[in-house]
């Protein structure tokens, strides 16, 4: 059974930055993907971004410019940097990784509230 620990979500000031990190039980080689996804109260789990076996990245169009994904393989680690943060940046973020043949992995969220 896959493991997924997140860290580092907090309160913080509009502006201001924070870094999530996601490590996992096993290598992230062994993932196709992982990535952070986020669900504000009421609305819908969302994707923020993501990063491939390969290193590619994609971000939700909301995030484009102030968020980072990146990854340690030697700590099986996932990192997300946000800067200059929004208040609508407010929500549950979630790690999630996805196995090369089956397997959908998800941890159990850490809260980032933006202050305004």
């Known amino acids: 059974q896959v493991q997924l620990v997140e860290s580092g979500g907090g309160l913080v000031q509009a502006g201001g930055s924070l870094r999530l990190s996601c490590e996992a039980s096993r290598s992230t080689y062994t993932f196709t993907a992982m990535g952070w996804y986020r669900q504000a109260p009421g609305k819908q789990r969302e994707l923020v971004a993501a990063?491939?076996?390969?290193?590619?990245?994609n971000y939700a169009d909301s995030v484009k410019g102030r968020f980072t994904i990146s990854r340690d393989n030697a700590k099986n680690t996932v990192y997300l940097r946000m800067n200059s943060l929004k208040s609508e940046d407010t929500a549950v973020y979630y790690c999630?990784?996805?196995?090369?043949?089956?397997?959908?992995?998800w941890g159990q969220g850490t809260q980032v509230t933006v202050s305004s």
């Open positions: 990063i491939t076996s390969g290193g590619s990245t």
């Open positions: 999630n990784a996805k196995g090369w043949l089956a397997g959908d992995y």
